[in-house]
Every structure is written in structure tokens, then in C-alpha cells.
């Protein structure tokens, strides 16, 4: 894992801060205005996704306009996600069963008898 990592949730948040959106505690409002924003974003990353003329850097740029407005919901929550991300993800990795085997339905992988619920108790 390389060293020297980008602070995403730093960047947004300074994003944030420079243009006065809420940081730790959005309204109701806000936080509405976020997940319409995010929606519209998923049309458009969708949109990029199934198009017959694959635009690759378009599809990165609404992937990456996706991944902005997570921030910016994690942000206005005052929910630093990096850390629990890390946890969520290596929490996946033990999804599987003990004897190595594992089950997907409709393409989800299933917990199996091996699966560890992260621990973000800590982070909240």
C-alpha cells in the first residue's frame, strides 16, 4: 500500500470549507441537496456506462463527480469515511466461507461463515 495517500476527505472538506458548506453538521436541507446532487450524478455516470460510444474520460470524470459528492455527504455528517472504509473493505474480504468457498446471488456476495463485521464504533 503505497505511503504516501491522498486525503480525500481533507480535500473535500476544504472544498467545503472555501465555499461555505456545512462541515459536522448539515441540516436537513443540505443534506437533501447532496443526495438530489448525488442521484442526478449517478444518471450521468450510468449514462456514460451504457453508451454504446464509451467515453472513457467522461466515464471517469462522473465516476469520479460520484465519488466527490460521497465525500461531500460523509463531510456535511462529519463522518471522516476514510478509516471506515478501510475496515468495510477488509471486513469483505472474510464474506467468504471457511473452507475457501463462497456464494453470490444476483451478483452480491453472501456473508459466510468466516464473514467479521467491521467495527466502526469508534468512528461515530
Known sequence: MPTDMIDYYGLVEEFCVKYDFPVGD????????????????MDELAGELFDDVQDKENLTKELND??????????????????????????????????????????KLQKGDAYVAPDLSDLV
Open 66 to 107: 460520484v465519488l466527490f459528492l460521497c465525500f461531500k455527504l460523509a463531510v456535511a455528517l462529519g463522518i471522516n469515511v476514510e478509516e471506515a472504509f478501510e475496515r468495510v473493505a477488509k471486513s469483505n474480504l472474510t464474506k467468504g466461507n471457511k473452507d475457501g468457498t463462497y456464494t453470490k446471488v444476483k451478483g
Open 26 to 41: 448539515a441540516g436537513e436541507a443540505h443534506i437533501a441537496s447532496v443526495w438530489d446532487g448525488l442521484n442526478s450524478e
